[in-house]
């Protein structure tokens, strides 16, 4: 059991003051309807070290003595003049802000007049990521795809002729090579070593999937693919017939 240390009556365990409710408010004031400490430190007013901003007093006696813009260490900077920022995302201060909306910007490619946040207009953006320059060149963007045995597949048909490949003991690589087509790339699904032929599966032809299937095979005329659709696969009883 624990006592009070002041009137000697009996308090909780869990106190650390070794006071009871009566004497720990005794130590309390009040003026002008606030609390404060017999000592006057809740009465002082407390200024950040960096902006005179006033604070709470616990933050300057056994805190940072900073406000909250200012807490954390390395806030930003402007591009233009090196003036320490309020907020952290900006990246000018007003002063530069009001500076670059009097100055006119224009396009490296074309001369045309944009806005100061940019390089470039819409249509010189456009063409400058076409082909090689664009950052999604060679790479295959699909829904979400679907693992089997440690493979990531796009859809859940290649899934299902991965797994009739398996059954009927047949060698397959997915999406084992690359074609190099200039302005982009083509990937085939499947690739059967024992045949040497490539099997792609489509369920949908897009008009530019389309047409770059037609280009591919006019500019690899010796490599034999195979296009599967649905009937297809219905017919190889990999799908159901509704």
Same mark, same amino acid.
């Given at each position: 059991?624990?006592?009070?240390?002041?009137?000697?009556?009996?308090?909780?365990?869990?106190?650390?003051?070794?006071?009871?409710?009566?004497?720990?408010?005794?130590?309390?004031?009040?003026?002008?309807?606030?609390?404060?400490?017999?000592?006057?430190?809740?009465?002082?007013?407390?200024?950040?070290?960096?902006?005179?901003?006033?604070?709470?007093?616990?933050?300057?006696?056994?805190?940072? %003595? &900073? *406000?909250?813009?200012?807490? =954390? !260490?390395?806030?930003?900077? @402007?591009? #233009? $003049?090196? +003036?320490?920022? /309020?907020?952290?995302?900006?990246?000018?201060? %007003? &002063? *530069?802000?009001?500076?670059? =909306? !009097?100055?006119?910007?224009? @396009?490296? #490619? $074309?001369? +045309?007049?944009? /806005?100061?946040?940019?390089?470039?207009?819409?249509?010189?953006?456009?063409?400058?990521? =076409?082909?090689?320059?664009?950052?999604?060149?060679?790479?295959?963007?699909?829904?979400?795809?679907?693992?089997?045995?440690?493979?990531?597949?796009?859809?859940?048909?290649?899934?299902?002729?991965?797994?009739?490949?398996?059954?009927?003991?047949?060698?397959?690589?997915?999406?084992?090579?690359?074609?190099?087509?200039?302005?982009?790339?083509?990937?085939?699904?499947?690739?059967?070593?024992?045949?040497?032929?490539?099997?792609?599966?489509?369920?949908?032809?897009?008009?530019?999937?389309?047409?770059?299937?037609?280009?591919?095979?006019?500019?690899?005329?010796?490599?034999?693919?195979?296009?599967?659709?649905?009937?297809?696969?219905?017919?190889?009883?990999?799908?159901?017939?509704?």
């Amino acid at each position: 059991m624990k006592y009070c240390k002041i009137c000697g009556n009996i308090i909780s365990i869990r106190t650390k003051t070794y006071k009871c409710h009566s004497c720990a408010a005794k130590e309390f004031i009040k003026i002008k309807g606030s609390s404060g400490y017999i000592d006057g430190r809740t009465l002082k007013k407390y200024y950040c070290i960096i902006c005179n901003n006033q604070i709470n007093w616990q933050t300057y006696l056994y805190g940072t %003595k &900073k *406000c909250r813009l200012h807490y =954390k !260490k390395g806030l930003p900077k @402007c591009i #233009d $003049c090196g +003036k320490e920022l /309020s907020r952290y995302g900006a990246k000018r201060c %007003k &002063k *530069c802000i009001g500076k670059t =909306k !009097k100055i006119n910007y224009y @396009c490296k #490619d $074309c001369g +045309k007049k944009i /806005s100061w946040r940019k390089n470039r207009c819409r249509h010189c953006y456009i063409r400058f990521n =076409k082909g090689k320059n664009n950052p999604m060149y060679g790479r295959v963007t699909h829904t979400k795809p679907i693992k089997y045995k440690d493979i990531f597949f796009h859809s859940s048909w290649e899934v299902k002729y991965a797994e009739y490949l398996d059954q009927h003991k047949n060698n397959w690589f997915y999406e084992y090579k690359t074609f190099n087509m200039g302005h982009t790339t083509y990937t085939p699904d499947f690739y059967l070593p024992e045949t040497n032929e490539y099997i792609e599966i489509k369920g949908y032809w897009r008009r530019d999937a389309l047409n770059k299937f037609f280009a591919f095979k006019l500019l690899y005329p010796e490599i034999k693919i195979k296009v599967l659709e649905k009937k297809d696969l219905e017919y190889l009883k990999i799908l159901k017939r509704r």
